[in-house]
T-cell receptor, first 112, second 113 residues
Framework: AQTVTQSQPEMSVQEAETVTLSCTYD???????LFWYKQPPSRQMILVIR??????QNATENRFSVNFQKAAKSFSLKISDSQLGDAAMYFC?????????FGAGTRLTVKP | NAGVTQTPKFQVLKTGQSMTLQCAQD?????MSWYRQDPGMGLRLIHY???????DQGEVPNGYNVSRSTTEDFPLRLLSAAPSQTSVYFC????????????FGPGTRLTVL
């Protein structure tokens, strides 16, 4: 079974600084999607960014970018110019077909 | 569009009671799913459906039943609640199974005493 590992239960960053959240996954498949979801205290799951495994180019969405290393099965999220509103739980997720697996999450604190 | 809606937002049950968590989406999505979120474990897939009349088990299906009689609705039933089912439950949908992002409902916090 595919597994997703987030090795950092908690991270903190100073406002306006950059932080990187780590994620590794295990799969024998070559075609899949990877996602980062944000969960603020409201509990709502919000998509931050997605990456198609067949694309070599790393996805970017404004201040959010990923470093996708397919051979290493690594999918890290970089948040630039961190803002107070970025404080939340962040979940890395893998999806292929009907199966979707999530990591345990990283709690990000942003210090003013 | 309301997106994915879930009711109730909060529920307290006693051990052995039954209840149904409701989920509906108005985006005409084929794929719908249920997850539970427990501290330190992320979200885990309970059941999913790829269309009306078609359901299948996910990673943690025991103790839960589902059915899908319409495209819009995908209720989750607990026939005899147990304290181990205390969790936050999320419903999600996507246009198809495969590789699309999933859209999540706001979640239901369930406590079983």
């Amino acid at each position: 079974a595919q597994t997703v590992t987030q090795s950092q239960p908690e991270m903190s960053v100073q406002e306006a600084e950059t932080v990187t959240l780590s994620c590794t996954y295990d799969t024998s498949e070559s075609d899949y999607y990877l996602f980062w979801y944000k969960q603020p205290p409201s509990r709502q799951m919000i998509l931050v960014i997605r990456q198609e495994a067949y694309k070599q180019q790393n996805a970017t969405e404004n201040r959010f970018s990923v470093n996708f290393q397919k051979a290493a099965k690594s999918f890290s999220l970089k948040i630039s110019d961190s803002q107070l509103g970025d404080a939340a739980m962040y979940f890395c997720a893998y999806r292929r077909g009907n199966d979707m697996r999530f990591g345990a999450g990283t709690r990000l604190t942003v210090k003013p | 569009n309301a997106g994915v809606t879930q009711t109730p937002k909060f529920q307290v049950l006693k051990t052995g009671q039954s209840m149904t968590l409701q989920c509906a989406q108005d985006m005409n999505h084929e794929y719908m799913s249920w997850y539970r979120q427990d501290p330190g474990m992320g979200l885990r897939l309970i059941h999913y459906s790829v269309g009306a009349g078609i359901t299948d088990q996910g990673e943690v299906p025991n103790g839960y039943n589902v059915s899908r009689s319409t495209t819009e609705d995908f209720p989750l039933r607990l026939l005899s609640a147990a304290p181990s089912q205390t969790s936050v439950y999320f419903c999600a949908s996507s246009p198809t199974s495969g590789y699309n992002e999933q859209f999540f409902g706001p979640g239901t916090r369930l406590t079983v005493l």
